[in-house]
């Protein structure tokens, strides 16, 4: 079973993300339905291992928080020049680092090894490796001023994901709650 800790994004975000798509010719979106903001990635996980993951999240205590996006930006791809995900910038607060590094004790506690990259929030929109730089750059320039809205987040979710024939489909496993 291949595990991911996430958000949710509320409806009214998606859609307004969603509301780029088609702008930029090439690109592979990410279905609306299917945008998250990835809190920590667990990968292959055996059956006795998340039911582990599971006690451990069940027990945190977290608070509600507001989120937003910003910005947009890329991830370049590894031993490449070119970009391959486009994203949008999730508004860094106190209250989302805090959930998310005790998601990352939880996990270590049961036995999941620590997560090597920095944190780094964000929706990823789509994949833009076919998508000529010239084009993506005017893409760029045209919404990275993208603002929304705060929303207030009420809880986080733990996901499966499976290969599927287009694309992955993620499976909500669990909802825990914030207060």
């Not at 690109?27 to 945008?35: E, G, H, K, Y």
């Not at 031993?79 to 994203?87: D, F, I």
Request: contains cysteine; hydrophobic residues 40%; glycine residues 6%.
């Amino acid at each position: 079973m291949r595990l991911f800790v996430a958000i949710d994004l509320p409806r009214s975000l998606r859609e307004t993300l969603a509301g780029l798509y088609g702008s930029l010719p090439g690109a592979r979106w990410v279905a609306p339905d299917d945008i998250h903001l990835t809190l920590r990635f667990i990968g292959e996980t055996r059956p006795d291992v998340a039911d582990e993951v599971d006690y451990a999240l069940r027990s945190l205590r977290g608070r509600r928080f507001d989120l937003a996006l910003q910005q947009t930006g890329v991830f370049m791809s590894a031993g490449s020049r070119g970009a391959s995900t486009l994203w949008a910038g999730v508004a860094r607060s106190e209250p989302l680092d805090h959930l998310r590094c005790k998601i990352e004790t939880a996990l270590q506690r049961v036995g999941i090894a620590p997560e090597r990259r920095r944190f780094q929030p964000h929706v990823s929109l789509a994949r833009v490796d076919r998508v000529p730089d010239p084009v993506l750059a005017g893409w760029m320039q045209a919404h990275n001023l993208l603002r929304t809205d705060s929303v207030t987040i009420d809880n986080f979710t733990l996901f499966s994901s499976q290969p599927g024939p287009d694309r992955p489909v993620y499976t909500a496993e669990v909802d825990y709650e914030l207060v």
